[in-house]
């Protein structure tokens, strides 16, 4: 079964960065991959997409993270750049691995555990 494991997170003051990693781990290469994503939730609130992008690389972004966020993938890796942090980016942070099925696995989408990011005024 894939299991993302993300990294990173933590508390920054509003205006700073933070860079997240999530690796895809399991009985997967990097062709099982359709695409990877960030998504985030907070308390009360559906999770929302924040970044996505395609085993071509073609990248998608939320309008309240454009020019903010960059995604980027390199192989089983998917890591986001986050810059000029707000306080209302302050969310758990998920990482999503949506995969073809193979032999070994069910083809669909697998979530990490979150990580939380808490950006302070």
């Known amino acids: 079964q894939v299991q993302p494991v993300e990294r990173g997170g933590g508390l920054v003051q509003a205006g700073g960065s933070l860079r997240l990693s999530c690796l895809a781990s399991?009985?997967?290469?990097?062709?099982?991959?359709?695409?990877m994503g960030w998504y985030r939730q907070v308390p009360g609130k559906q999770r929302e997409m924040v970044a996505h992008?395609?085993?071509?690389?073609i990248t998608d972004y939320a309008p309240f993270v454009k020019g903010r966020f960059t995604i980027s993938r390199d192989n089983l890796k998917v890591s986001i750049e986050m810059n000029d942090l707000k306080p209302e980016d302050t969310a758990v942070y998920y990482c999503?691995?949506?995969?073809?099925?193979?032999?070994?696995?069910?083809?669909?989408?697998?979530w990490g555990q979150g990580t939380q990011v808490t950006v302070s005024s």
């Open positions: 399991g009985r997967i290469s990097s062709i099982d991959i359709n695409a």
């Open positions: 992008i395609t085993r071509d690389g």
């Open positions: 999503k691995v949506e995969a073809r099925s193979t032999p070994f696995q069910i083809g669909g989408d697998y």
